[in-house]
T-cell receptor
Framework: QKEVEQDPGPLSVPEGAIVSLNCTYS??????FMWYRQYSRKGPELLMYTYSSGNKEDGRFTAQVDKSSKYISLFIRDSQPSDSATYLCAMSRIQGAQKLVFGQGTRLTINP | GAGVSQSPSNKVTEKGKDVELRCDPI?????LYWYRQSLGQGLEFLIYFQGNSAPDKSGLPSDRFSAERTGGSVSTLTIQRTQQEDSAVYLC???????????????FGSGTRLTVV
């Protein structure tokens, strides 16, 4: 079993819809949770960063962490065609320089 | 530089040949990471450098893979006697680590797309 599970999709929604992306994990030691966005033939770019449980909002993006369920989510409101990309969750045990464990990534398409 | 630079962007090589992939991290970033992304897969950790030393090389798949970093800057990932299963996108990332301050994750390069034929 992988440490981090993420539905690869693909997920296709109409413009303006609310998108929900999710990951589950098995290692209860994870405390730092990230969402990366990756456009085709580009490297991933950091979108959201959260510590422990709770919500964090940044513009149209909201990240949620539920450590009791080992479940994290990313919500995108008022989705735009420019949001079409692969979204990867990532997590780590401690803060600072060390490896991140990534999910497989969910391929998202927003249709105009 | 302004971002993490990787070269070459694409590399096609014959099975059995050696390849070298280069990463130029963001200036001043002390930590450097190599990951591999196979088609439809997430990112697989390979190795992490802090300065010129590699505290964690647990992800290197076999002894055909090696990496070094010099001057606390440029890093080279070398794959010897390449196999078809080595075909993937090799991503490099760097980050700055300051004790007591929150590390907001990595900055990735665009990767080297390696195809072994």
């Amino acid at each position: 079993q992988k440490e981090v599970e993420q539905d690869p999709g693909p997920l296709s929604v109409p413009e303006g819809a609310i998108v929900s992306l999710n990951c589950t994990y098995s290692n209860s030691a994870f405390q730092y949770f990230m969402w990366y966005r990756q456009y085709s033939r580009k490297g991933p770019e950091l979108l959201m960063y959260t510590y422990s449980s709770g919500n964090k909002e940044d513009g149209r993006f909201t990240a949620q962490v539920d450590k009791s369920s080992k479940y994290i989510s990313l919500f995108i409101r008022d989705s735009q065609p420019s949001d079409s990309a692969t979204y990867l969750c990532a997590m780590s045990r401690i803060q600072g320089a060390q490896k991140l464990v990534f999910g497989q990534g969910t391929r998202l398409t927003i249709n105009p | 530089g302004a971002g993490v630079s990787q070269s070459p962007s694409n590399k096609v090589t014959e099975k059995g040949k050696d390849v070298e992939l280069r990463c130029d991290p963001i200036s001043g970033h002390t930590a450097l990471y190599w990951y591999r992304q196979s088609l439809g897969q997430g990112l697989e950790f390979l190795i992490y450098f802090q300065g010129n030393s590699a505290p964690d090389k647990s992800g290197l798949p076999s002894d055909r893979f090696s990496a070094e970093r010099t001057g606390g800057s440029v890093s080279t990932l070398t794959i010897q006697r390449t196999q078809q299963e080595d075909s993937a996108v090799y991503l490099c990332a760097s980050s700055i680590v300051i004790p007591g301050l929150t590390n907001y994750g990595y900055t990735f390069g665009s990767g080297t797309r390696l195809t072994v034929v």
